[in-house]
């Protein structure tokens, strides 16, 4: 039976060369990330500043109310669709959002250095991201296996997908799902699934892609029994982490206790908690908290062995479409008829059981779209190779979890007996 260790622990993240903590105080605190640095509202810092000056490129000004609101006041030099920052081999953009962060929590490293811990040497070990946000932890993660990341934001997903491409790491094997966390856990319970390491650092409030209300209070402790679920003697961890909200850790390490009592291992609490690095601070940086954490750890974990390597294609084939294209079309003013076989392909899940929900699968009607009311109006492709590129194009952008399409297109106008011509363009995703 795991065993809880009731003495809290502080989880320390210290800077590296794409952030640092440099002061804080005052309800506020300063941190560079890269070459830039930012003022943010922190009400945990109620001491002094140690600077006289924090000059900076932007500040976040809080709206009235203290859960939200506000707006980010920005230098001119601070890039409009933001700049590339790097933590070991991750790479990604930092932004400023409208919710006081940049695209990433910076306090996480320290929990993405402790889970790699946990794998050290394994590279065949399958983890679980959920609420993964812009995929750091699952960049991160992806170095010891395959990694499922879930979060209920598609446009999360995508900045996730372009921050694997950005960093070289778009062939690794990482599901990327938009989903909501509740209902993903309890199908992969139903599937029996197990999976070596579960990292969850949820929101106070959120919602799922078809409005499934989350509230941590009411919701964690069923995603924690389920999550418990997934996971086995075999397995390595648990990471939990809560923020912004009236809590202690003690409580989620209760939580976890219970959850994971049919386990070895142990199960720690406490504070993760950001070093001050800034000038004046080399002897007493102080320490600001910015979440609570409960993890579970389980040194005796084994291998498991990886069943799936499975791929899935979507097709439509021989459908006919009358486009502006080529020379006929340049000839007669009139669209030329096309025959299109287009096949797609996308992220397989493990399984598919009986009731596995419809948006696991891709609709069909999105590759005819693509090829034709995707198809400009009015516009005169001069060679159907173009017709072809802008029908990948049309594809990748309306769903993340397109990773290749084919397009096969015959002529029909310019047969004389019976002869197919025509050509097939294959794209991959780009992935940088
Ligand atoms: C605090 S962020 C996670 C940060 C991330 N772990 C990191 O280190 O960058 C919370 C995320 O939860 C997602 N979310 C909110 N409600 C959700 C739900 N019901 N199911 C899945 N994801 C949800 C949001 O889209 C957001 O990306």
Redesign the pocket.
């Given at each position: 039976m795991a065993t809880l260790v009731q003495q809290p622990a502080v989880m320390e993240c210290t800077g590296w060369d794409s952030y640092r903590l440099l002061d804080s105080g005052g309800g506020r605190k300063y941190e560079s990330f890269g070459d830039h640095s930012f003022i943010r509202p922190e009400p945990q810092a109620m001491w002094q500043p140690r600077l006289d000056d924090w000059p900076a490129s932007g500040e976040f000004i809080p709206g009235s109310d203290e859960d939200g609101g506000g707006r980010w006041s920005l230098e001119p030099s601070v890039p409009e669709d933001g700049w590339e920052l790097s933590w070991n081999d991750v790479r990604f953009t930092a932004l400023p959002t409208p919710f006081r962060h940049l695209q990433?929590?910076p306090d996480?490293s320290v929990v993405w250095d402790w889970m790699r811990g946990q794998l050290a040497g394994r590279e065949d070990a399958e983890t679980l991201?959920?609420?993964?946000?812009?995929?750091?932890?699952s960049l991160a993660l992806s170095d010891h296996g395959k990694v499922t990341h879930?979060?209920?934001?598609k446009k999360?997903v995508a900045q996730a997908r372009e921050n694997a491409a950005l960093s070289g790491m778009g062939d690794r094997p990482i599901r990327w799902l938009v989903?909501?966390?509740?209902k993903f856990t309890a199908r992969e319970v139903r599937r029996e699934r197990r999976y070596d390491g579960i990292?969850l650092?949820?929101?106070k409030f959120?919602?799922?892609p078809k409005n499934?209300t989350?509230r941590l209070e009411d919701s964690l402790p069923a995603l924690v029994s389920d999550c418990a679920k997934l996971l086995d003697e075999k397995s390595a961890f648990l990471f939990l982490t809560v923020y912004a909200v009236r809590m202690s850790s003690l409580s989620i390490a209760g939580l976890l206790n219970e959850a994971l009592s049919g386990l070895p291992g142990k199960i720690e609490h406490g504070d993760l908690a950001v070093r001050e690095e800034g000038a004046g601070a080399e002897d007493n940086g102080r320490l600001l908290p910015t979440a609570i954490f409960a993890r579970w750890s389980n040194p005796g974990k084994g291998r498991r062995c990886m069943t799936h390597n499975d791929s899935l294609i979507l097709e439509v084939a021989d459908f006919e479409v009358d486009v502006l294209t080529g020379i006929y079309s340049e000839e007669t003013g009139k669209p030329q008829p096309l025959r299109f076989t287009i096949q797609v392909r996308y992220d397989v899940e493990d399984r598919y059981d009986p009731d596995t929900p419809l948006d696991a699968s891709k609709n069909y009607m999105d590759i005819k779209f693509a090829a034709s009311e995707g198809l400009p109006k009015g516009v005169h492709f001069k060679l159907i190779e173009a017709v072809g590129d802008h029908i990948c194009e049309t594809l990748f952008a309306q769903d993340v979890r397109v990773q290749a399409v084919t397009v096969k297109i015959v002529k029909l106008a310019i047969a004389e007996a019976n002869e197919k011509i025509g050509i097939t363009l294959h794209r991959e995703r780009p992935t940088g």
């Open positions: 990433f929590f996480m991201n959920m609420f993964g946000y812009t995929g750091l932890g879930v979060d209920a934001s999360s989903d909501d966390a509740a990292i650092d949820p929101p959120g919602r799922g499934e989350w």
